[in-house]
């Protein structure tokens, strides 16, 4: 497990090479231009002296195991939209084993303050043993801390216990959307589809992607180092399956297993409080799904349209249209010769859409605003402090190219929808352009 122990401070490992460093050229400089001595030991000292002893072991992992339970712990975010608490951690209790628990501080260095935890298990944990959990805690008075941990007793021994890091303390507005794509597993591979579906995100202005990672298959390893190196996308390592027993699928009943769907849930709410301090939107879909303007060119003009008419909102439902993968589109102009050694779909093929069947299962999914969400499902909002509105289908819906659902329909059933063609001028280079930087397409297609 990578931790830090011992009476180390409490920055960051670079931090504190970078502070060593900034000081070592302050002094070099001061020394070359032979300026008062003094005054470079006065600031020296000054900058050794600024962090505060911490005497615990600190976790930088995602799932992190809690001491004498049989639960984990994921994250902590600063929150105070619930009142009396300004701390909440994202965890993965085991449901039949809740039992009090308090969270614990280090203040000014000495980690001997503790506050009495909420705990709050999310309800939608269809039938597995294991759910997402809340735990909600009050940061002691005269205190600001930078970690948090979970007891069983107050009078517990920190010093068994790994602490995390307390996140948004200090982040900034600096995303209009963001997108989270819960758990990537087993050798999934479809490199295609993630390609041009990313550029997709991008041409409708979306400035970031949240990957949750436990594994994919090697072209797409590729693909995704490459966009991580871009800034683009945000890989978070998720070893669930050194934990726990993850499902591969939704339903205990049908599936075993410890956890619903890799922990999907646990993902989506990360993300959401990942993102709630950094950026104005979250976009809650899988990688196989586009939340499209049908009205709009971008998410941008789409927003700024809706947000006016529904500024209580928090919770904007887009329904999700399948195009069954089955089906091509007959003239075959996109079938383009570069990608057809690139595995996985190609999105501008599949043009036919089937319509929902109505009243038996609407695959909803979810813009949301995170500053008004609290606990989140798949489909819908579980917990939140606005309203919600359902985005008509003539303005926005989900293009959402797999295996057909209604598998009985005929071709001539299906509704043709070209709207990806409407961005093919930029998409197709884009696309080729990210295959090339992951060494995906050969350079000598270059022109
Ligand atoms: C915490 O430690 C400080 C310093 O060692 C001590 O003064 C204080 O009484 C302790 N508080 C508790 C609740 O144990
Ligand atoms: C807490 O545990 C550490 C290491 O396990 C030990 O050195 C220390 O004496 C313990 N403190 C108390 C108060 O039991
Ligand atoms: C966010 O959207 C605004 C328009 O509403 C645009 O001016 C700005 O550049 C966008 N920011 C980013 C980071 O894309
Ligand atoms: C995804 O996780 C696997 C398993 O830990 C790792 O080997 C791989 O490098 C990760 N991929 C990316 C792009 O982060």
């Not at 990537?184 to 479809?190: E, K, M, R, W």
């Amino acid at each position: 497990m990578n931790t830090r122990t011992g009476n180390t401070n409490c920055l960051w490992k670079r931090d504190f090479v970078l502070l060593i460093f900034t000081g070592l050229m302050v002094l070099l400089i001061y020394s070359l231009t032979t300026e008062n001595m003094r005054m470079i030991r006065n600031l020296v000292s000054k900058l050794q002296e600024e962090p505060v002893l911490c005497p615990v072991a600190i976790s930088e992992e995602s799932i992190t195991p809690l001491k004498n339970t049989k639960h984990y712990l994921v994250s902590a975010f600063m929150d105070q939209r619930v009142k009396g608490f300004d701390i909440r951690i994202i965890g993965i209790f085991k449901r039949d084993s809740i039992n009090p628990l308090h969270c614990s501080f280090c203040c000014g260095g000495v980690c001997n303050k503790t506050s009495p935890a909420n705990i709050l298990p999310h309800s939608d944990n269809f039938g597995f043993p294991y759910t997402a959990t809340d735990v909600l805690c009050q940061i002691p008075k005269n205190c600001d801390p930078s970690y948090v941990t979970v007891l069983t007793q107050p009078s517990s021994n920190v010093s068994d216990h790994l602490f995390i890091p307390i996140r948004n303390k200090k982040e900034e507005m600096r995303f209009n959307f963001t997108v989270c794509i819960s758990n990537l597993f087993g050798d999934y591979n479809n490199v295609l589809q993630f390609a041009q579906t990313l550029e997709m995100y991008k041409l409708l202005g979306v400035n970031r992607v949240v990957i949750y990672n436990t594994s994919c298959g090697p072209e797409l390893e590729r693909l995704l180092q490459s966009y991580r190196q871009e800034g683009f996308v945000e890989m978070v390592p998720w070893p669930i399956d050194r934990f726990l027993n993850p499902s591969r699928g939704w339903l205990f009943s049908e599936h075993g297993g410890d956890l619903h769907y890799f922990g999907q849930i646990v993902n989506l709410n990360e993300c959401v409080y990942r993102s709630m301090e950094r950026s104005h939107y979250v976009l809650l879909n899988d990688i196989d799904e586009i939340i499209m303007p049908y009205k709009h060119d971008n998410l941008v003009s789409l927003m700024n349209t809706l947000e006016p008419q529904h500024s209580n909102v928090g919770e904007f439902l887009i329904e999700s249209h399948f195009f069954p993968k089955k089906h091509f589109e007959p003239s075959g102009r996109f079938h383009l010769p570069q990608w057809e050694k690139v595995p996985g779909i190609n999105i501008l093929e599949h043009i036919y859409r089937e319509d929902p069947e109505r009243g038996v299962f609407n695959p909803l999914k979810m813009i949301v605003k995170p500053k008004l969400i609290e606990q989140t499902s798949v489909h819908e909002v579980l917990r939140k402090f606005g309203e919600r509105y359902k985005v008509p289908l003539e303005v926005c819906r989900i293009i959402h190219v797999r295996v057909a659902l209604r598998e009985y329909l005929k071709l001539e059933e299906l509704n043709e929808d070209k709207r990806l063609w409407d961005f093919q001028d930029k998409l197709i280079p884009n696309v080729d352009k990210a295959l090339k930087r992951a060494g995906l397409l050969p350079a000598e297609e270059q022109n």
